[in-house]
């Protein structure tokens, strides 16, 4: 159905998933952006369904206690943020509700005990980011994120979840891929930031002529940057300047641990966080000396050579062979080869007699993307760990793998809580622990 113009005045009972506030309009769910729980507001909807409308608030008009002013210039037109609005503590506890419902509505389970919330700053968190680049003719060069349901690109000049010195370099990023030959065939520049070096990896589709090359040198060593090109997949990129790449890496202090990292491995993007993420699952998991224990999902090794720390067998799985090798060389550079091994093996297709293959562990911790770990999860009644920590990324599917580990294999939710990584988005990372 076609959006409507007219606006409506609603109540807004809760929050949804995506951190919209949801209202009850003549029996129909009405999801409402920029609202927030408690709120009475105006608004328009942009999308009808014959059970649910999607809206926006127009006018507030009796606002929540926990509204803010967002500190973001761009925020309601660009898509990366969601909930500045919402007072950050408040927006914690909103995540918490939000895992809390999916894991009773959709997994039939209740944690025995919830988990004090981890959560950090809550701006200049993002140490990797993907930027879209676009030339308009009317505008020029545009870098930003992308617009709240479109395809357009934002017009940013500033962001501040990333770090301030990132944030500075926006607009000369605008000016330089302006002024290059192949201004229209850069659409992406990928962030990654180590401990030493701030990393850009341009997307180019076709390859830059020499006084392109000359712009490009002269920004990297300007702006001190090392920039990076990428002119088809993952695999295809190389250094344009400085050609003496400085390795990108993070710490875990509390381990003695140090990974270095690609720019385009998948890291998580908030550092701090992931410190403290590391160390609260290793305290649930609780390895002990000899112990035979596997980390589902491996990829760097970010939980595998942590739990070798305290003194127990590992048995890494990853289903991307390059991150496997990634894994290994991290754990001899930190010392550990002799506690680790890296195994290839796609776990979205794992079998019972795959697992089989694999165990007995003792302990197990599973780290999925946002599909989940359902395959693994049936595989796993056969030969059941003690004690599982899963950490997820989709309370959803978490919720959903929960069922199967409580109501199928006969495991115990004893404990579940959420991880701010992605403070002012909806976005909801968690950690729980089931026990059988």
Known sequence: MKAETVARIAHIESLDQEGRGIARVDGKA???????????????????????????????IRASVSRVTPRCRYFGICGGCSMQHLEPRAQVAAKQRVLEDNLARIGKVTPETILSPIHGPTWQYRYRARFSARYVVKKGTLV???????????DMRTCEVVPARTSAL???LRELIASLSIRERLPQIELAIGDAVDVLVLRVIEPPDEADLGKLREFAITHRVQLLLQPKGPDSVYPLFPQEVIPLQYRIPDFDLIFPFNATDFTQVNHEINRVLVRRAITLLDPQPGERIADLFCGLGNFSLAIARRGAQVIGVEGNARLVQRAYGNAV???????????????FKITAQDWKELAPFDRVLIDPPRDGAMELVKALGEMPPA???????????????????????GYRLTAAG???????????????????
Do not use: W
């Open 144 to 154: 930003g994120f992308r617009e709240r349901r479109s395809s357009f690109v934002v």
């Open 387 to 409: 004690r599982i920590v899963y950490v997820s990324c989709n309370p959803a599917t978490l919720a959903r793998d929960a069922a199967v580990l409580v109501n199928v294999h």
């Open 30 to 60: 009405i999801f409402i952006e920029g609202a927030l729980t408690g709120e009475t507001v105006e608004y328009v909807s942009f999308q009808r369904k014959p059970s649910y409308e999607l809206a926006e608030a127009k006018r507030i």
């Open 418 to 436: 959420v991880i701010n990584m992605f403070p002012h988005t909806s976005h909801v990372e968690s950690i729980a622990v089931f026990e059988h």
């Open 170 to 172: 926006l607009v000369p």
């Open 333 to 347: 550079l930190n010392g550990l080869e002799n506690q680790c091994r890296f195994i290839d093996r796609d776990l």
